[in-house]
């Protein structure tokens, strides 16, 4: 979960269904998995804290506005270089902010990285925490380095450091099509599963190539099936809960998650999507529905 509550990404989860008696509201379509709170940090585990800005380069006095045409390939290949996964897309919206903060610039380049396998392993204590907040560190350091690289190319930024609160980072990455939020509130995505940071870079970039659709939402039929995650938990901090007309929803508890205070991973651990390939879960995912189908 790369929301500090499991050292991962998680940001509480409501998986209220979308059809029923319920009530409705207009939504987003790519985030209408939106948790039900954040506490105020956007990573759970009610860290307040906004960043400095630890780019070296200052902003441009007169900033550009257009990429040029091999522009993000380039951007793209120096972040990889430096150790970045995946480099996606969105616009802000006033949902996806944490707190009522002005951002100057309403486009986002998104950013994840992987968290190493030790923090996985780590049992949840002192060791495990400090293995979490150094990949907080970590993530924090080469966004300010993709600024840098921006801002030497003349566009203005703002980054989002990915142990900060301005915005929530799991419904970014959906927005940004990287992945879709799974059960546990963390983002999945193909390339690292449940098991990635994320951070974002606000930019003065108009022309940004956005993905207007997501791929990844089957991923909610399959957390539904699923709910290894909530098995795994060893705090009650993910509960099911029986909603209005037979549905569930997993309602994850805050005050129980030891992710922040003590680098818990059991989420993530639990979560088929890191033990197997995305492309694996989804073939044999397609394949049971179809059986399913025929039988009806
Ligand atoms: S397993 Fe439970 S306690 Fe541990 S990080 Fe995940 S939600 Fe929090
Ligand atoms: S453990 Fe299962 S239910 Fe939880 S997020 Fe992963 S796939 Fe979804």
Redesign the pocket.
């Known amino acids: 979960?790369e929301n500090k509550?499991?050292?991962?990404e998680?940001e509480s989860v409501d998986k209220s269904k979308e059809s029923g008696c319920c009530e409705s509201e207009l939504v987003d379509e790519s985030i209408k998995d939106e948790p039900k709170e954040d506490g105020g940090c956007g990573c759970g585990c009610g860290l307040n804290k906004e960043y400095p800005d630890e780019s070296f380069i200052d902003n441009p006095n007169k900033p550009k506005f257009i990429a040029e045409d091999d522009f993000i390939e380039k951007l793209e290949k120096y972040a990889h270089s430096i150790g970045i996964k995946k480099v996606g897309y969105a616009q802000i919206t006033p949902e996806l902010l944490i707190k009522d903060k002005f951002i100057q610039y309403p486009n986002a380049i998104v950013l994840t990285m992987e968290m190493g396998k030790e923090i996985i392993e780590a049992t949840p204590g002192p060791e495990a925490q400090k293995l979490n907040d150094s990949a907080y560190e970590k993530l924090g350091n080469m966004s300010y380095k993709i600024s840098d690289y921006l801002r030497e190319h003349g566009y203005a930024t703002e980054v989002a450091h990915p142990y900060g609160s301005i915005v929530k980072f799991s419904q970014l990455g959906q927005k940004a099509n990287l992945g879709w939020i799974g059960q546990?509130g963390l983002l999945i995505t193909p390339e690292l599963g449940p098991r990635q940071k994320i951070s974002a870079i606000f930019v003065s970039i108009v022309n940004l190539p956005i993905k207007e659709t997501n791929e990844h939402s089957w991923i909610t039929d399959y957390c539904e099936k699923c709910g290894k995650?909530i098995k795994?938990?060893?705090?009650k901090?993910?509960i099911e809960k029986e909603v209005c007309c037979g549905e569930k929803e997993t309602e994850?508890v805050q005050e129980?998650?030891?992710?922040c205070s003590q680098g818990?991973?059991?989420?993530i651990e639990g979560c088929p999507f890191d033990q197997k390939k995305y492309t694996h879960i989804k073939d044999k995912f397609d394949k049971m529905n179809a059986k399913l189908k025929l039988k009806q």
């Open positions: 979960m509550n499991c050292g991962c998680s546990s995650c795994a938990c060893p705090e901090a993910l994850f129980h998650c030891i992710g818990c991973t059991y989420c």
